[in-house]
């Protein structure tokens, strides 16, 4: 895939292009990809907000993501 990157007269990026061919491809993929900026569903927004609680309440059980990556590497050998 062909990414060309567009920055401000500062360098920072400020936007990516691709090729239409390769949007349509990623269309394909991820039929839902145009409605990215949409709102969340309530059942999304209830789940997500379950999920945060028991982080509040027991945050003993978050872990880093580190850890995660070093167990997958781990099983893949």
């Given at each position: ?51 945060l ?18 167990v ?6």
């Amino acid at each position: 895939m062909n990414v060309q990157y567009l920055s401000d007269d500062k360098g920072h990026i400020t936007a990516v292009q691709v090729a239409i061919e390769d949007w349509e491809r990623l269309r394909l993929v991820h039929p839902d990809i145009n409605d990215i900026d949409s709102e969340l569903s309530l059942w999304q927004t209830q789940l997500l907000d379950q999920r945060l609680k028991v982080i509040e309440e027991h945050p003993e059980l978050v872990r880093p993501i580190s850890e995660l990556i070093d167990v997958l590497n781990r099983d893949a050998d």
